[in-house]
């Protein structure tokens, strides 16, 4: 299992390989929400004050994900800083993760010593025998990046089932945020269930690196012991409690991403490609031109996420209406280089 995979983003390689200046790309690879919350200008006093973990943080995250007060809540530096440690807090075992999904999962178990095993989309589709020979099942809800989801209801069977056996059923929500009654924190003080978030989708606040984990207090204060203190900066964690206080914004933007998604859709639709699937954030379409399709747009400074198996593309919502111009254009030309391929023209 290699140490380091390919992510979205990775904006000064693609620079240098397509030789465009950084400020002429529109990078769409993330599904990063391209109109984040605004940071306000922070207090001098921040830069130069440890982080301190009674700042009413952690109050902030427990009513805003709806958090049971008996589970435990771990504001942690993005959820990536949870997914590469929580498999450090178990023996080796069988570990279940989504094909496709965040690679990452399956990296961090692997590394750990844990044997990973794949878990198709249609495997889960069909039913949950698979689920009988894993000690840990990994599950990102929506799936990225298909956009897959699978119900509340299925995923608290999939919990009793693994923690019959002192198992665990860990949830990415990294993407649910907007979705209602999909969330699992409700449930969080369940023994056996973890439940990562993340600010850096929704509120467009990737660079921070801030998240939350959600657990039975003895996952979180095993987790909070290998991170050790002071993993979240100050900044961060002001930042992190206003954006989750600013619920006028929050509603307004997702109006705004429900709409934006339906329109990308639409567009590519038009086009004559098929119907894509995805999430709030970005569209999912499975082309056997994908490859193809994304050096074409990268030769013009969009810069989407191709995937292998099966081919696929990501692409993520522009931020503003020229975005939204220069893509839709984009595409246009995309289109009609691939009609002329067709027609031998």
């Given at each position: 299992?290699?140490?380091?995979?390919?992510?979205?983003?990775?904006?000064?390689e693609a620079a240098r390989r397509w030789g465009i200046p950084l400020d002429h790309w529109l990078d769409l690879s993330t599904g990063i929400n391209?109109?984040?919350?605004?940071?306000?200008?922070?207090?001098?006093?921040?830069?130069?004050?440890?982080?301190?973990?009674?700042?009413?943080?952690?109050?902030?995250?427990?009513?805003?994900?709806?958090?049971?007060?008996?589970?435990?809540?771990?504001?942690?530096?993005?959820?990536?800083?949870?997914?590469?440690?929580?498999?450090?807090?178990?023996?080796?075992?069988?570990?279940?993760?989504?094909?496709?999904?965040?690679?990452?999962?399956?990296?961090?178990?692997?590394?750990?010593?844990?044997?990973?095993?794949?878990?198709?989309?249609?495997?889960?589709?069909?039913?949950?025998?698979?689920?009988?020979?894993?000690?840990?099942?990994?599950?990102?809800?929506?799936?990225?990046?298909?956009?897959?989801?699978?119900?509340?209801?299925?995923?608290?069977?999939?919990?009793?089932?693994?923690?019959?056996?002192?198992?665990?059923?860990?949830?990415?929500?990294?993407?649910?945020?907007?979705?209602?009654?999909?969330?699992?924190?409700?449930?969080?003080?369940?023994?056996?269930?973890?439940?990562?978030?993340?600010?850096?989708?929704?509120?467009?606040?990737?660079?921070?690196?801030?998240?939350?984990?959600?657990?039975?207090?003895?996952?979180?204060?095993?987790?909070?012991?290998?991170?050790?203190?002071?993993?979240?900066?100050?900044?961060?964690?002001?930042?992190?409690?206003?954006?989750?206080?600013?619920?006028?914004?929050?509603?307004?933007?997702?109006?705004?991403?429900?709409?934006?998604?339906?329109?990308?859709?639409?567009?590519?639709?038009?086009?004559?490609?098929?119907?894509?699937?995805?999430?709030?954030?970005?569209?999912?379409?499975?082309?056997?031109?994908?490859?193809?399709?994304?050096?074409?747009?990268?030769?013009?400074?969009?810069?989407?996420?191709?995937?292998?198996?099966?081919?696929?593309?990501?692409?993520?919502?522009?931020?503003?209406?020229?975005?939204?111009?220069?893509?839709?254009?984009?595409?246009?030309?995309?289109?009609?280089?691939?009609?002329?391929?067709?027609?031998?023209?």
């Amino acid at each position: 299992m290699s140490t380091t995979l390919a992510h979205g983003g990775r904006l000064i390689e693609a620079a240098r390989r397509w030789g465009i200046p950084l400020d002429h790309w529109l990078d769409l690879s993330t599904g990063i929400n391209r109109r984040g919350w605004k940071v306000p200008p922070l207090p001098d006093h921040l830069w130069r004050l440890l982080p301190e973990e009674d700042d009413g943080l952690g109050l902030v995250l427990r009513d805003w994900s709806r958090a049971p007060g008996s589970a435990g809540c771990l504001p942690v530096p993005g959820s990536q800083a949870a997914i590469q440690t929580l498999p450090l807090l178990r023996s080796p075992c069988r570990v279940g993760v989504p094909e496709p999904g965040f690679s990452e999962h399956a990296r961090c178990w692997a590394l750990a010593g844990h044997e990973v095993v794949p878990v198709t989309l249609d495997q889960i589709r069909e039913g949950d025998g698979w689920l009988r020979s894993l000690d840990v099942m990994v599950w990102i809800n929506p799936n990225n990046p298909t956009g897959m989801i699978v119900g509340r209801n299925r995923l608290l069977d999939w919990h009793a089932a693994l923690v019959e056996r002192d198992g665990w059923l860990v949830v990415d929500e990294a993407f649910a945020t907007g979705y209602q009654g999909l969330s699992m924190v409700p449930m969080a003080s369940a023994p056996g269930l973890v439940v990562l978030h993340s600010l850096g989708k929704f509120f467009g606040l990737a660079g921070v690196r801030a998240g939350a984990v959600y657990a039975e207090p003895a996952i979180t204060d095993a987790l909070a012991a290998r991170l050790g203190p002071w993993s979240l900066s100050s900044p961060a964690r002001y930042i992190m409690a206003r954006a989750l206080k600013d619920t006028i914004w929050q509603q307004k933007t997702l109006e705004r991403l429900r709409s934006d998604s339906d329109r990308l859709d639409q567009s590519i639709q038009s086009l004559g490609l098929p119907a894509t699937t995805g999430t709030l954030l970005y569209r999912y379409l499975v082309h056997p031109d994908a490859a193809a399709m994304a050096d074409f747009l990268a030769g013009r400074g969009v810069l989407v996420r191709h995937f292998d198996n099966p081919q696929a593309l990501r692409i993520g919502l522009p931020g503003d209406e020229f975005e939204w111009e220069r893509l839709e254009r984009t595409l246009q030309h995309l289109m009609n280089v691939v009609d002329q391929r067709r027609t031998g023209c």
